[in-house]
């Protein structure tokens, strides 16, 4: 995620009780909305994904790993209010993988599929807010057992956003940071980390962590600072006044200076 961070304040697991008594995904937060869900199929979780989203209003959603072909249409994975924007995998002879990203109908958005790379499951979006920077998001998924040749793609698609001044690289090499400290995946045996958020920007997020819900067993949040609508303040102007201004005084001042 380029996402498009700030200090890792609230970086513990989510799990709170709204007024209806339905379970909050994310924290009570202003802020740019920013989650990811690794779905296991999409189809599959759909009408739960809605309620989720209903009760859970969000700017923007990363779902990896949806397992969506050209027998699923965009009708079928429709969630009110939101825009979806998908990349399936392409078959060759593999099931699975896919990612997508929705986005409120109301947001500015373009897609900027000149970022994404063939040999990557990713999605690059461009996000426009008024008052405010523009700024990019992805999501990627990589399969599991991946050949090592896979991060020489990913190395070669962040040098793209780079080159846009966005200034992400390789955590070292383009100084990203990675949020998620907690584990994002438990089991009964086994309790691991293997979901990731990247960003450049570390002062410009003001929340992250792992909310596990009942749809996925990979579940991160990020709250971006961004500025949403809001009403311009007042603004205070200091000006000198000169209706009684003396400029032969004022030259005559200067002529007294001592200049060295």
């Known amino acids: 995620m380029s996402a498009d961070q700030t200090p890792a304040a609230g970086k513990n697991n989510v799990m709170e009780e709204n007024s209806n008594s339905s379970p909050a995904f994310l924290p009570s937060m202003r802020g740019f909305k920013l989650a990811s869900l690794n779905i296991a199929s999409l189809p599959k979780h759909i009408d739960e994904l809605r309620v989720l989203l209903s009760d859970n209003p969000l700017d923007i959603l990363f779902v990896n790993e949806t397992r969506l072909d050209d027998s699923v249409s965009d009708d079928g994975v429709y969630i009110p209010g939101y825009d979806v924007i998908r990349r399936d995998r392409e078959h060759n002879g593999r099931f699975g993988g896919g990612v997508c990203i929705y986005v409120p109908s109301n947001i500015n958005f373009s897609l900027r599929p000149d970022l994404s790379d063939v040999h990557l499951e990713n999605l690059c979006i461009e996000i426009r807010k008024p008052r405010s920077k523009p700024f990019i998001i992805a999501t990627r998924y990589r399969p599991p057992n991946s050949s090592t040749e896979i991060f020489s793609h990913f190395e070669s698609f962040v040098g793209k956003l ?99």
Do not use: M
């Not at 690289?169 to 045996?189: A, E, F, G, H, S």
């Open 162 to 260: 780079d080159a846009e001044n966005v200034k992400y690289n390789i955590v070292d090499i383009y100084n990203l940071y990675q949020l998620i400290d907690t584990p994002t995946r438990i089991t009964n045996t086994s309790s691991t980390l293997i979901d990731v958020i990247f960003t450049n920007c570390q002062n410009n997020i003001v929340s992250t962590g792992v909310s596990h819900v009942s749809l996925s067993d990979h579940s991160l949040y990020a709250f971006r600072k961004i500025s949403i609508n809001s009403p311009k303040g007042h603004s205070t102007l200091t000006y000198r006044k000169f209706n009684n201004f003396d400029s032969a005084r004022f030259r005559y001042d200067i002529s007294t200076q001592d200049w060295d």
